[in-house]
């Protein structure tokens, strides 16, 4: 009898060991899993971080980021205007556009325009009044092509030349007249349509080779030909 107590005590501190061994190891799993986990998460940020980093700091600076004074493709009309207001250090009385006006199909369309600004004259088209769908600024300040690291032109002497400059872009003219030159590149957005980042060159006929290095205008409008992809993001019956 006191044989099989001595079991049954044997059996029973084996058992609060074997419990304790157990809650032990679920406890280190539960370590290391979290561990690996927040490594993974720093990972993330530090990948994310960096692409953020690379985006913001391309060769050409933070002209080539996808907005103008933080306006961007399909923000709202509140939220378009704060962040005019905010960026382009507008006073009190100056919360509104200094001038809109109607345009394209069945006039649903909002063109505002901000003058004066410090880095220039902005302009906004609203889709049916609610979603951005282009932002244009005239550039107070002379930018070059030279300081946006623009390429001169599509050859392939000026990539063997040692110059280094963005190579997402291609280079024709606005219109057949061939008198201003524009950059674009599009890229592809999170709700499927792609947006054109576009710079326009000064009038060749009337600034000559100084028109040609200078660039006047920084476009961001919806990609032509994903208008539909567009309207149908933003629930937009203007296609």
Known sequence: ?????????????FGAVFSIKAQDNTADKARD????????????????????ESVSNS??????????????????????????FVNADRKA????????????KDGKDIRVLYKNLPQGELQIVFAEGRAVKEVVL????????????LPA?????VALSGERFDD?????????????????????TEKGFRQRIAFTSGNLTKSGSIGQDSIVYKTISVTPGDENKFADAFSLSNK
């Open 59 to 84: 060769i050409g600076g933070k002209e080539h980021d996808t907005e103008i004074l933080g306006v961007k493709i399909g923000m709202d009309v509140p939220t378009a205007l704060r962040t005019v």
């Open 93 to 104: 009385g100056q919360e509104k556009p200094d001038a809109q006006r109607k345009e394209g």
């Open 138 to 149: 005239k550039y107070a300040l002379q930018q070059t092509t030279e300081n946006l690291r």
């Open 153 to 157: 032109n599509g050859g392939v002497g």
């Open 168 to 188: 997402r872009y291609t280079i024709g003219f606005t219109d057949n007249k061939k008198q201003e030159r524009l950059w674009w590149r599009d890229e592809k």
């Open 33 to 52: 899993e979290k561990k690996t986990g927040d490594k993974k998460d720093h990972k993330n940020k530090d990948e994310k971080s960096k692409k953020n």
């Open 1 to 13: 009898m006191k044989n099989a107590a001595i079991l049954m005590l044997l059996m029973f501190c």
